[in-house]
């Protein structure tokens, strides 16, 4: 792998679900975080998402991510900032065209993505909607997909857990880095049993080493894989 797309619905998803990742192969791949939403206005009243408040949240958030991603080492991103938590009221072709004209200028190998199994309906969207846009009918989609989990939103889903199989180990560096990071958005996280918090953090990372032999692992689920063999 060499070029990877992270997909996430929201500013701090991708921290989440890859950060780790992310600080660990800063100097080895090239990443682009595409962010679907701007992660803030499904706070407000919808006669409100437009009021100056709301418009001064996205900001925060959007100052926040670029601050978080610069902790990683990734300057690669990109804002579309359609309404959060009112992605089932854009047309997913709208969101298909978005995905379809990253894959075609980025030209990734590797995409990842949420899992289509999340509580929030805005990660299953995007989650379905990748799965569209990727579909391998055109050259440049000929591409490995994974999904990830994000803390507060994936293990919620008690009737359909995700059920990872692929853990990449980390280092306790890289999960300092991945709180640093998540620091950023100092709205979004707070004491535990809170998901998001450094115990939190520290708890997934240990029972996903747990489960495949590492001191510390992040998660993922391979959707598509294409193993290439040269001889």
Known sequence: MKRILIVSAHPDDDILGCGAYLYKYRNELEFR????????????????????????????????????????????????????????????????????????????????????????NDHRIVARSLEMAARPVWQDCDVNIVSFEVLSTTEWNLSGPFTPNLFEEISEECLRKKWEALEC????????????????????????GMQSGFKFAESFKIIRWKNRITV
């Open 33 to 120: 975080v595409v962010f679907i939403a701007e992660g803030s206005t499904c706070r407000f009243d919808f006669d409100r998402i437009q009021s100056k408040e709301a418009l001064e949240q996205i900001e925060i958030r959007t100052a926040s991510a670029i601050k978080s991603l610069n902790v990683l080492g990734v300057k690669n991103f990109k804002f579309y900032d359609l309404p959060c938590g009112r992605l089932d009221q854009i047309p997913i072709i709208d969101i298909n065209k978005i995905i379809e004209n990253e894959i075609r200028t980025f030209k990734p190998d590797t995409i990842m993505v949420h899992s289509e199994t999340d509580v929030n």
């Open 185 to 208: 958005y100092y709205t979004e996280i707070k004491e535990f049993p809170y998901p998001r918090s450094y115990v939190g953090l520290e708890t997934l990372a240990k029972y996903r």
